[in-house]
């Protein structure tokens, strides 16, 4: 079983900056996809960005604005957050889908960003 151990995240004043990063330990399978998602209060959990290997999809909210990197090696994945946004406000948790299909989640990390 993949556990995923998210740190970084906090509160920060609009226009700020804050990074994430999330490793996983256990058994881990070969990981193809990692990722990033969001969820603020009242709204559904949303797609920050994702990486299958090649290029970054970002969500368009966070575009310019956010990076996504992967260590393959020691299976983590950071999230860079620059010029951050009231709206940027949620909980964020990490994502790593196996080979097989198999979906891991972190247990989330709050970012707060004041205006």
């Known amino acids: 079983q993949v556990r995923l151990m998210e740190s970084g995240g906090g509160s920060v004043q609009a226009g700020g900056s804050l990074s994430l990063s999330c490793a996983a330990s256990?058994?881990?399978?070969?990981?193809?996809?990692m990722g990033w998602y969001r969820q603020a209060p009242g709204k559904q959990r949303e797609l920050v960005a994702t990486?299958?290997?090649?290029?970054?999809i970002y969500a368009d909210s966070v575009k310019g604005r956010f990076t996504m990197s992967r260590d393959n090696a020691n299976v983590i994945v950071y999230l860079q957050m620059n010029s951050l946004k009231p709206e940027d406000t949620a909980v964020y948790f990490c994502?790593?889908?196996?080979?097989?299909?198999?979906?891991?989640w972190g247990q989330g990390t709050q970012v707060t960003v004041s205006s």
């Open positions: 256990g058994s881990i399978p070969y990981i193809k996809v």
């Open positions: 994502n790593m889908k196996s080979w097989t299909d198999r979906d891991s």
């Open positions: 990486n299958s290997g090649g290029s970054t």
